[in-house]
């Protein structure tokens, strides 16, 4: 009742930008719109605590290759910097697009000219019979914030059994992290191998034997389909769906993520499964835009609506964004799938389009190359003398990498550059009046 | 700005660029110490020749305006000054290679044994680079090009000196501990 009244007696503060969510899309539009328009009054409201930090970087911290310090996204100045006036810790509550207004937890309210959501993805829980609620004490966690990290770091002792359920990128990330802290690891995966959506059945099977020698326990073709729990109604053990049981201490549920659309609920942003937005990063409603993990991206590959959750195509959203907020002329034509990340020391680069058949492949006339040499394996995709998507494992096949993402990037016509490109990626491949037109610094792409 | 450029048609294809630039961005910087250490581990140059003594050019980074390498890094240790100089941070750096995969030049390289990756940050502004300096062939040069505006966003992010041991940030190369 009391906090009803302090809110309703509550004058909205006026900012010309308002921003949600202070990560990768949320960074680039603050430092998009401050190359425009340095003075107009700019907020970001986010409700995790802490300064700028890199989200990827959560595995790297639990492995001990960063720190909480270095982890940060942007430097220590960054809000004096671009003079932004800071909501940390803070949640948005309730947006009214109307009366351009975001109610906050802390009982203020902000009303934009120009507001951005940049509100990233929330962890996809599956129902699971017998699960307590992740992040509540009871030893199933999320993994997808510091918080989770500090979290895990805090409760996992090499002593701890732990359960991985997901294979996917950020499962087999954490799984690495976390082998840091204890050797007992068994990780889950409803598919037949192990990132499935990333790489082919020859990849993943290098992948896969790199982590079994770091003796985790990968079980594909497995989901759980009940979580036990003991007296104290913590986890215990989960039973997987062909009905064996894995001792538990600890379940991280990492199966993937979905665009985070709460605050946009119930009003007339359109939302298909996440936010609907223009190339130039509007929503259906105007002076209201979004940019990362959150949105519907289009996809160059197939030129299709998707959800594409990775850091740079955040960025480039963002950047996108903050620009037509601060008044240019910009659009964002889409993005393609890119990659790169390494598993225990092994680097792997992927792009593009990179799993399919060979009926598909001879369907679409799309000619596939393999090479592979011990843990080194090389995928090049090719459709009408264009490269569409690679994979690159292992140190011997990732130099140079960026060219081939330049030559799928614009797709060049691979008969007009010097044959072996795609083995030896080098720019003295390529026509010497291009190349030196290039060498002068000008961006390509 | 000033950057290197390369004039493929005198380049001998001799690599002396690679390895002064390895040497001056190893914790070492010196040539000889740089190349025989302990355990014989090689530093890695920014400027990597490509080709061979027949027809060779010596790549290294173009300094983008909007450089996609910043853009794309996902830890923040990718940086461009406020003159226009695109940096990494090694002591922030996570070796992920996102910087590898996107530029379109190539010229970011993870060495062999590194956790992080060596780029052109034009010897931290201190004097000419090295790789200029000691050409034999006069095929690199260290100037001004009108076709490449400096574009700095304006704001400077915190630069780190090679030899600035109270610098919390630092472009020298870090090592695998070796297990
Ligand atoms: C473990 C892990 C590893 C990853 N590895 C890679 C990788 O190697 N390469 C790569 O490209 N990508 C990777 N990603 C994906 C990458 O982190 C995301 O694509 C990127 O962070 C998206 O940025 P964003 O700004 O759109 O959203 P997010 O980073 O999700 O940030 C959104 C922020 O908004 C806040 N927020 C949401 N709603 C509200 C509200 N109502 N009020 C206040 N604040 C709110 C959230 O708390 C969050 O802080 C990884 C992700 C994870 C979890
Ligand atoms: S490393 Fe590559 S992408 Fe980055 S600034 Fe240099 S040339 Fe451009
Ligand atoms: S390798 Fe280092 S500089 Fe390159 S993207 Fe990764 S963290 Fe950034």
Excluded at chain 1, 100 to 111: F, N, Q, W, Y
Excluded at chain 2, 107 to 129: F, I, N, R, Y
Aim: glycine share 8%; with cysteine; net charge negative.
């Amino acid at each position: 009742m009391s906090l009803q009244k302090s809110v309703t007696k509550t004058k909205p503060r006026q900012v010309k930008y308002l921003i949600i969510g202070n990560s990768a899309a949320g960074v680039a539009a603050v430092e998009s719109i401050r190359q425009y328009d340095k003075t107009g009054t700019l907020a970001v409201v986010s409700d995790e605590p802490w300064h700028t930090y890199s989200r990827p970087l959560i595995s790297y911290l639990l492995e001990g290759k960063t720190t909480q310090e270095k982890m940060r996204y942007r430097g220590d100045s960054f809000y004096q910097t671009y003079s932004v006036e800071t909501h940390l810790g803070v949640r948005a509550e309730k947006l009214d697009t109307k009366k351009r207004t975001v109610a906050l937890s802390d009982g203020s309210v902000l009303e934009y000219q120009k507001l951005l959501l940049a509100t990233g993805s929330v962890p996809f829980v599956p129902p699971m019979n017998g699960c307590p609620a992740p992040n509540t004490g009871k030893g199933v966690y999320t993994f997808i914030k510091l918080a989770d990290a500090l979290a895990l770091q805090e409760t996992v002792t090499a002593s701890t059994q732990v359960v991985v359920v997901g294979g996917g990128l950020t499962g087999v990330k954490a799984t690495e992290g976390l082998l840091h802290l204890t050797k007992n690891i068994s990780l889950v995966e409803l598919a037949p191998r192990i990132l499935p959506n990333a790489l082919d059945t020859a990849a993943s099977d290098i992948v896969k034997r790199r982590l079994e020698s770091a003796a985790v326990t990968i079980n594909c073709d497995a989901s759980v389909s009940e979580v036990l729990t003991g007296a104290d109604g913590n986890v215990s053990s989960v039973r997987l769906s062909d009905g064996r049981t894995i001792p538990c201490d600890v379940l991280v549920i990492s199966i993937g993520v979905r665009p985070n659309v709460e605050l946009v609920k119930g009003t007339d942003v359109a939302v298909e499964r996440g936010i609907l937005i223009d190339e130039s990063c509007q929503t259906s409603v105007p002076d209201v835009f979004a940019a990362g993990d959150c949105v519907v991206s289009h996809d160059l590959t197939d030129d299709s609506k998707r959800i594409l959750a990775i850091l740079p195509n955040a960025y480039q959203q963002g950047k996108t964004a903050g620009a037509v907020m601060a008044g240019q002329q910009k659009t964002d034509k889409g993005a393609r799938p890119i990659n790169a990340t390494s598993f225990i020391g092994l680097p792997l680069i992927t792009a593009g389009k990179t799993n399919l058949t060979p009926e598909q492949a001879a369907e679409q006339g799309i000619e596939i190359v393999v090479d592979s040499e011990g843990e080194n394996y090389r995928k090049l995709v090719i459709q009408n003398d264009r490269l569409i998507g690679f994979i690159l494992l292992g140190a011997a096949y990732t130099k140079r990498a960026g060219i081939l993402t330049d030559l799928l990037n614009r797709q060049v016509p691979l008969s007009s550059v010097g044959a072996g490109v795609l083995q030896t990626p080098e720019l003295l491949l390529f026509d010497k009046t291009e190349r030196l037109q290039r060498m002068e610094g000008v961006r390509s792409i | 700005m000033k950057k290197v450029y390369p004039n493929e048609d005198w380049c001998l294809g001799c690599k002396l660029c690679e390895v002064y630039c390895a040497a001056a961005h190893s914790p070492y910087r010196d040539v000889h110490a740089a190349f025989d250490t302990p355990d014989g581990s090689k530093p890695q140059a920014g400027i990597v020749v490509e080709g061979d003594t027949k027809h060779s050019i010596a790549i290294s980074c173009r300094h983008c305006p909007d450089a996609p390498c910043v853009e794309a890094c996902i830890s923040g240790a990718m940086q461009k000054t406020s003159d226009g100089v695109v940096w990494c941070d090694t002591t922030r750096c996570v070796g992920c290679m996102t910087c590898v995969l996107i530029c379109p030049y190539g010229a970011v390289h993870k060495g062999e044994g590194m956790k992080t990756v060596t780029k052109c940050d034009l010897c931290s502004c201190t004097g000419e680079p090295e790789c200029v300096r000691h050409c034999p062939a006069f095929a690199l040069e260290y100037k001004e090009c009108e076709a490449a505006q400096a574009s700095g966003r304006g704001y400077a992010s915190e630069r780190a000196f090679i030899g600035d041991k109270d610098s919390q940030s630092g472009t020298e190369q870090v090592m695998e501990e070796s297990a």
